[in-house]
């Protein structure tokens, strides 16, 4: 019998790398670990989402790195599940599989207008500037005088600083190459921020709003009287208010006494107001905004509702950072409510069987709990879902698969023509990458497309 057990990772991004890493961290378990990518590169939003100037944050690849060099693991990119291989395969050939696929999609606003030809998702944009190869034929309106972005989240805080930055300070990142071109172009001049809740409900945290005092080009101020507090707001900061959210209160009003405005462009934090038409013929020209006062709910939360107070501004570009969502995966469980799937601790939850657990299915990070936390979060998160399934193999009496043969599965993908990429393929892009960026003084050059990413790693297998 087969001493080891064989799990299917599906997504190559933090939240499959900390699971990968705790699987392998069991002392009195073997395990073999297989991950897919739908893409030809690793690291999910490491790659494709964190912001080309936080490389620090991006550095946590190298942990991932580690693991990959495990002997018991293998990556397989550019294998897309529900495309390339089905859950029918995995079953066939895995003991174990943990869907660790993310949110890739966005919210929308539901506001008239959203269609609009200039009005984007900040999923959109961000994928495009890190080089995304689904995004990298994307067009944004960079000659734009004002961009809103509607969020205060982090996301909408990176959009905001990345439009904010000079060409100059973005050419030492590792934005994709198309987009750098477009930003020297840019004739960006007003940055709007805008949350529909106060700024102790701003959902950003006090390193990436502290980044906004330090922009070389771009003054930065908070809209009228938005940082005022109501009696409720001021008794919450005073006591019971989280580190952070006092920190971030701090931080906007050394923002606010700003009264210099002496740059080319202007970044406004605007707090208590909510997009309620984006206007326009052909393209997004104007938005029209609500004021919004704070309300308490029973349950004790906070909510913004619209006064009789409006405003319209000039709008050439706008960005909805509200949050992402996780898409349905073929023939496994989704709650589009929450753009999860439906889970016990990671075990999976097959709802139309009287809420049965899956055995054998889990889940981990933004598509089990929703795209909330940072990159570490999902540290915590892929313990919890390797433990509850090491407690149900236990409870279940679950016995590893008796073949022992590791390459049945390569030999499927390659009878189904399927061009997958392994981890030391990889390697031979990133070392591709890196060279690239070093004349340059810049972290590595991304590669865009995936027809040119197989191509340089067979010409680099070739040599
Ligand atoms: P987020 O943190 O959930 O923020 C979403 C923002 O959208 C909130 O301000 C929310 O306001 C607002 N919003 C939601 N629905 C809205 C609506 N209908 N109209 C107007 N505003 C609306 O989401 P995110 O910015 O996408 O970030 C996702 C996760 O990634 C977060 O955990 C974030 O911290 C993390 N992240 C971290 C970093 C970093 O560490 N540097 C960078 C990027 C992302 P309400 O609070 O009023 O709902």
Known sequence: MSAFWKIAVIGSGPAGFYATGELFRQQSWSFKVDMFDRLPTPYGLVRGGVAPDHQKIKSVAKIYNRIAENKDFRFFGNVEFGKDIFRSDILEFYDLVIYAVGSPSDRSLKIPGEELPGSHSATEFVAWYNGHPDFSEHKFNLSAKNVFVIGMGNVALDVARILAKTPDELSKTDIADYALEKFYESKIENIWLVGRRGPLQAAFTPVEVREFLELKNADVMVEGGTLQLDVESQRFIETTASKDTKKNYEILKEISKNNKYKKKKRVHFLFLSSPIEILGSKCVEKIRLVRNV??????????????????????????????????????????????????????????????????????????????????????????????????????????????????????????????????????????????????????????????????????????
């Not at 060279?435 to 003084?441: E, R, Y």
């Open 294 to 463: 704070l309300v308490k709910r029973d349950d004790g939360t906070i909510y913004p509702k619209a006064t009789g107070d409006f405003m319209e501004e000039n709008a050439d570009l706008i960005f909805r950072s509200i949050g992402y969502h996780g898409n349905p995966l073929p023939e496994i469980p989704f709650d589009q409510n929450s753009g999860t799937i439906p889970n016990e601790c990671g075990q999976i939850i097959d709802k139309r069987k009287d809420k049965l657990l899956r055995t054998r299915e889990y889940v981990t990070g933004w598509i089990k709990r929703g795209p909330t936390g940072v990159i570490g979060t999902n540290k915590q998160d892929a313990v919890e879902t390797v433990n509850r399934m090491l407690k149900t193999i236990i409870q279940e009496k679950l016995k590893p698969m008796e073949q022992n043969d590791n390459s049945v599965f390569e030999s499927l993908l390659k009878e189904r023509n399927v061009d997958f990429v392994s981890f030391e393929d990889w390697k031979l892009l990133d070392e591709y990458e890196i060279n690239n960026g070093n004349s340059q003084d810049r972290p590595r050059i991304k590669v865009t497309s995936i027809e040119r990413i197989l191509e340089i790693i067979q010409e680099k297998k070739r040599k």
